[in-house]
């Protein structure tokens, strides 16, 4: 028997959510502290393959936290559908940022840092909680900004905002998580 959609998503918003965010604070970490010290070209090919392997980062960090990575053990519902539509979307527009960074690669940290940040849109909305509005719109902004204001550190800085907003937000889906475990133990 199928269950309606109400039941589904509150399943969904029951998972702790902390696996990605923890892997995409890391691989920005890295990414801010490659930029420190390496040449230009370095520091690109670090934002390139770092974004593109949260992912695999992502897996691993799930078996340490106990995170059910890929819905082994739970029953799959519309919402896990609507979820990955939503990363499917955010790595599509990838398809802009790669033609423009080939006109200027000084816009991979903009483009990159933006486009990566904005499945967290669906899932506010899913598990119907601000953090990830916070997380797009506050990502969003603050790059804008920085590469707007000091575009001589674009390299240091935009990372280092998406690490802050990402540590407000591993904190805030954190307490999420245990309030929710709370609630239903």
């Known amino acids: 028997m199928m269950q309606s959609l109400d039941a589904q998503r509150e399943l969904f918003k029951q998972r702790r959510f902390l696996a990605m965010p923890l892997a995409g604070a890391v691989i920005w970490a890295i990414i801010g502290m490659v930029a420190m010290f390496a040449s230009e070209t370095v520091i690109i090919w670090s934002i390139w393959i770092g974004c593109g392997s949260i992912f695999y980062l992502g897996m691993v960090i799930a078996k340490l936290t106990g995170e059910d990575f890929f819905g082994k053990k739970a029953q799959k519902n519309a919402f896990d559908g609507l979820f990955m539509a939503g990363v499917v979307m955010s790595l599509l ?93």
């Open 93 to 185: 527009v990838f398809a802009i940022a790669m033609p423009v960074a080939a006109i200027d690669h000084k816009t991979i940290p903009l483009t990159v840092g933006i486009l990566a940040g904005l499945m967290w849109m669906p899932l506010s909305w899913i598990i119907q909680h601000w953090v990830g509005y916070f997380h797009s719109i506050a990502r969003t902004l603050g790059i804008v900004m920085l590469w707007l204001l000091v575009p001589e550190h674009i390299y240091t800085l935009i990372p280092l905002w998406i690490v802050l907003v990402y540590s407000i937000c591993i904190i805030v889906m954190e307490r999420r998580y245990k309030t929710l475990k709370a609630t239903l133990d």
